[in-house]
């Protein structure tokens, strides 16, 4: 398996407090992605990098802020928890994009349920 | 239109069933196409890659038709261990993806 790790793996906040999720890789990729999935919408794309220092809006990025200080680490930001952003987050890395050659396969993190009260 | 469609099921069939699912993608430039596989409670993990030439793997084969922009899976006896869902995965520009919401397979003895 990979080596991403996600943390925390649950957890419970009240509405209006700061949140965050940390993904951490072992694996070296340069790509590095945030996922929230719900029923009846599936997985989408929250926020990427590809680089650190380098990340990019997904399609669902408002109320969410990230960071790359390292390759290794990419950081999740929920500015003020709503209840709308009660989900299971989901961070993934792959070292190439569909457009390049070599793996683009996504690995995935194992997920943080998160709930906002 | 939804950037990638498919039938959310469930689709039932016993043990050493065929069963094929299907996916329609809007984006004629998407270049790359996968099918990737979640558990219950769980990630979602590569099951494999979709290439135009159609390609296969054990009991799976994967289609692609471009003309049609669909994307199909066929599962051939099937596995209790098979019960999963699967998710249609398309390239969504240079360097992110766009996943369906999923088929989700039941398995019985």
């Known amino acids: 398996d990979a080596g991403i790790t996600q943390s925390p793996r649950h957890k419970v906040t009240e509405t209006g407090t700061p949140v965050t999720l940390r993904c951490h890789q072992t694996e070296n990729h340069r790509y590095m992605y945030w996922y929230r999935q719900d029923p009846g919408h599936g997985l989408r794309l929250i926020h990427y990098?590809?680089?650190?220092?380098?990340?990019d809006k997904g399609e669902v990025s408002d109320g969410y802020s990230v960071s790359r200080s390292k390759t290794e680490d990419f950081l999740l930001t929920l500015e003020s928890a709503t209840s709308s952003q009660t989900s299971v987050y989901f961070c993934?890395?792959?070292?190439?994009?569909?457009?390049?050659?070599?793996?683009?396969?996504?690995?995935f993190g194992q997920g943080t349920r998160l709930t906002v009260v | 239109r939804k950037e990638v469609e498919q039938d959310p099921g469930p689709f039932n069939v016993p043990e050493g069933a065929t069963v094929a699912f299907n996916c329609t993608y809007s984006?004629?430039?998407?270049?790359?196409f996968f099918w990737y596989r979640q558990d219950c409670r769980k990630e979602p993990k590569l099951l494999m890659s979709v290439y135009s030439s159609g390609n296969e793997d054990g009991r799976f084969t994967a289609q692609l038709n471009r003309a049609s922009q669909y994307i199909s899976l066929l599962i051939r006896d099937s596995k209790l261990s098979d019960s999963a869902t699967y998710l249609c995965v398309v390239n969504a520009g240079y360097s992110t993806l766009t996943f369906g919401k999923g088929t989700m397979l039941l398995v019985s003895p």
């Open positions: 990098s590809y680089g650190v220092k380098d990340t």
């Open positions: 993934a890395i792959s070292e190439s994009t569909p457009y390049q050659a070599g793996n683009t396969e996504a690995f």
């Open positions: 984006n004629s430039a998407s270049q790359s």
